[in-house]
T-cell receptor
Framework: QKEVEQNSGPLSVPEGAIASLNCTYSDRVSQSFFWYRQYSGKSPELIMS????GDKEDGRFTAQLNKASQYVSLLIRDSQPSDSATYLCAADGGSQGNLIFGKGTKLSVKP | DTAVSQTPKYLVTQMGNDKSIKCEQN?????MYWYKQDSKKFLKIMFS???????INETVPNRFSPKSPDKAHLNLHINSLELGDSAVYFC?????????????FGSGTRLTVV
């Protein structure tokens, strides 16, 4: 059974701090990894994708991938109250093509 | 211009009824999916279609039947609704079958069975 594991949180950080979200995946075949943000009552929104080992930066967001450790992380710099949401980590499920999601980490950024 | 649209957004119905949820995407994507999100926010795949062909059919009760009349539409019909079917159902689409580019999600349908 392919799995993606995340700490459910809640993770609480003060405004302006760095929020660090972590995720591990079980299937070494997975090649594509994604972070989605989901506000309460809304649909998941893709914020980062990463395919190669190392860091990928996009504005205040940095995704990190370590395939040897089967580990993916998301750093949010200068966290804002508007970043408060549930963050879902996802990995591709291999040949069938579906994404496997973690259970999400709820982030709360306090003003 | 909504990319992936689902209707209805909310659905409240009694146990035993039959209901349908419709999904349409205007992105030109080849693959569409149905996911179920439970009360703990866990998103689980139910079905996927690639160009009208069923690719994934996870272990869901056979009361759930997807239909894809063309590659832009994927509907979900549910027979004999049960209390445990209450959840948010998301339709999604991807550019390719391999999910390399990730998904675009619809706005979701909150189903409440009473």
């Amino acid at each position: 059974q392919k799995e993606v594991e995340q700490n459910s949180g809640p993770l609480s950080v003060p405004e302006g701090a760095i929020a660090s979200l972590n995720c591990t995946y079980s299937d070494r075949v997975s090649q594509s990894f994604f972070w989605y943000r989901q506000y309460s009552g809304k649909s998941p929104e893709l914020i980062m994708s990463i395919y190669s080992n190392g860091d990928k930066e996009d504005g205040r967001f940095t995704a990190q991938l370590n395939k040897a450790s089967q580990y993916v992380s998301l750093l949010i710099r200068d966290s804002q109250p508007s970043d408060s949401a549930t963050y879902l980590c996802a990995a591709d499920g291999g040949s069938q093509g579906n994404l496997i999601f973690g259970k999400g980490t709820k982030l709360s950024v306090k003003p | 211009d909504t990319a992936v649209s689902q209707t209805p957004k909310y659905l409240v119905t009694q146990m035993g009824n039959d209901k349908s949820i419709k999904c349409e995407q205007n992105l030109g994507h080849d693959t569409m999916y149905w996911y179920k999100q439970d009360s703990k926010k866990f998103l689980k795949i139910m079905f996927s279609y690639n160009n009208k062909e069923l690719i994934i059919n996870e272990t869901v009760p056979n009361r759930f039947s997807p239909k894809s009349p063309d590659k832009a539409h994927l509907n979900l019909h549910i027979n004999s609704l049960e209390l445990g079917d209450s959840a948010v159902y998301f339709c999604a689409s991807s550019q390719d079958q391999g999910s390399y580019y990730g998904y675009t999600f619809g706005s979701g349908t909150r189903l409440t069975v009473v």
